[in-house]
């Protein structure tokens, strides 16, 4: 069981990893300061419009802390839309 985890994990890393750009993301608990390495939930939505009227596409990812349980959010991406 613990092989087939093993393999599991590191499949799911490498996608993770292809789909932002060969590097990995990251999150620091803001709490305990741990690294937390994927989050739990991504999800888009639209920011609010700059002086320009543009508007920003975010990318947020709701993590969990392993460590203090921690739950808070982080921006994983920002486009101009």
Known sequence: MRNVWKVFYSISLKAWERYYGGKTCMAKCPKCGTEVAQPKKTWKMAGRPDKA???????????????CGNVFREVLNKQKI
């Open 53 to 67: 009227g543009k508007r920003m596409q975010l990318e947020i990812g709701l993590y969990e802390c392993p460590k």
